[in-house]
């Protein structure tokens, strides 16, 4: 063999590596990194958020690390695998859902060649970049009850570790990411509206970042079939099969006596309602009126039940200004048109004890703003809903319905199927044709969500 073949040859074997000529490298052995990973992972790095999130995914990490037995998850030697490449291609792609790259040191990873003594801090930091990016779509970074206590979100469960090692090891790391998102048409249409707003700047980022972040907070799975109330927008969707079945106007709680936030289910409905009047509603303002016109229960309907037996006793003879006659007793006010909670009830079992129902001031249903009541939900068209509702139950005709709202005697119906409700406050919505509705914000809760995410650096650009 001559020299010059000896040249050619080993020209060839360096460009089969992916190395020219006169760089012919040593392959490092993973193994190698065993001892620094652990060490890394044992310790308590200042990368790591000092906050309850970061000691949980810290946790996480520590068990998938400790289930691969310490062995690199993105580096091979002194590479980036394609498992790498993929994970910062999909950390750029965390604008397409409101965040910043920059949040999950993105730059850091961009490396083809990775000194040796760097692997181990390199590859937790990308393992806890997944983690954090993941918890980002999960909602687990902030919470609405810090917007407002009555907002409850939805706690979701993921086994991080198990999600993580599946997605390294079959190469599937932007699927695995991508699937915590939510998957709602409202959740994809205000990222369109995202990157437009980008694009063409119109006063409109924050408020699409907010509510790209509420949908987060949000059930994952809001089901086949759901009533869905967006409280600034005063409007309620019944929707099936990802369409809207039956849309009506609502009214909702005062800015002193909010709605509450939240999603549980639609048990059973009621015709013809008595109204338990509550404890503050009673105490603010029935027991005052009472006391200062000794005509004013009779005139409203309004019954005396007592403190033992659920009896209904004489008005007569008690002094609406004594708090001690007036402990413990129940008022309520007996069915009819001019009952407040209207013809129908819609109930939903809850600790705000708030409900859906119909009532008498249709009035109110024309005005543009319609935080108007207690914190209870009035709906427009009451009737509608009662038959969509006990459609699956043929002898609930709509004459039948009609005729129970009017009988004038309580009856409570139980659903066949529980319905799911879920009573939330988005301030931009995504109309089919793809434009976003921009409302108002009724309980000032867009100007505290934004300080909150300014306060924690969260704010987008």
Known sequence: ???????????????????????????????????????????????????????????????????????????????????????????????????????????????????????????????????????????????????????????????????LERGVDSNTIRQSLEALAPAHPQYRGLQVALARERRHPLGHLEQILMNLERWRWAPRDLGDRYILVNVPAYQLQVVEGGKPALAMRVIVGRPQTRTPLFSDEMTYLVFSPYWNIPTSILRNETLPHAAKDPD????????????????????????????????????????????????????????????????????????????????????????????YLLGDQAQWTDARIAAAMHAGTEQAVTLKKKLPVHIGYWTAWVEPDGSVTYTADPYGFDTVHARLRAAAGSVRS
Not at 130 to 140: F, I, K, V
Not at 304 to 314: A, F, K, L, R
Not at 347 to 358: G, I, L
């Open 296 to 387: 004013y229960l009779a005139r409203n309907n309004i019954e005396v039940v007592g403190t033992s037996g659920g009896e209904v006793i004489d008005p007569e003879g008690i002094d609406w200004s004594d708090a001690s006659e007036t402990k413990g007793l129940r008022l309520r006010q007996v069915p009819g048109d001019g009952n407040a909670l209207g013809l129908v009830k819609f109930v939903f079992p809850n600790p705000f004890d708030v409900y859906m129902h119909d009532t008498p001031s249709r009035q109110f249903f024309l005005r543009a703003t319609r935080a108007l009541s207690h914190g209870c939900i009035r709906v427009e068209n009451p009737a509608a809903l009662a038959e």
């Open 1 to 163: 063999m001559t020299g010059r073949t000896l040249v050619v040859l080993l020209a060839l074997v360096a460009s089969a590596c992916g190395h020219e000529v006169g760089t012919v490298r040593d392959v490092v052995d993973n193994a190698r990194h065993v001892d620094g990973i652990r060490e890394m992972v044992a310790s308590s790095p200042g990368w790591v958020e000092n906050d309850s999130l970061g000691g949980r995914l810290w946790t996480i990490e520590r068990a998938f690390y400790e289930k691969r037995q310490y062995m690199p998850a993105w580096i091979d030697g002194d590479r980036a695998t394609p498992q790498l490449k993929n994970l910062v291609q999909q950390l750029h792609d965390s604008e397409q859902h409101g965040f910043e790259p920059a949040r999950y040191r993105v730059g850091e990873f961009e490396q083809v060649i990775i000194p040796v003594e760097r692997v181990p801090e390199l590859d937790a930091k990308m393992t806890y970049a997944y983690l954090r990016y993941a918890a980002d779509l999960l909602g687990w970074s902030s919470s609405p009850q810090q917007v407002d206590r009555n907002w409850l979100g939805d706690p979701k469960q993921d086994d991080l570790a198990a999600r």
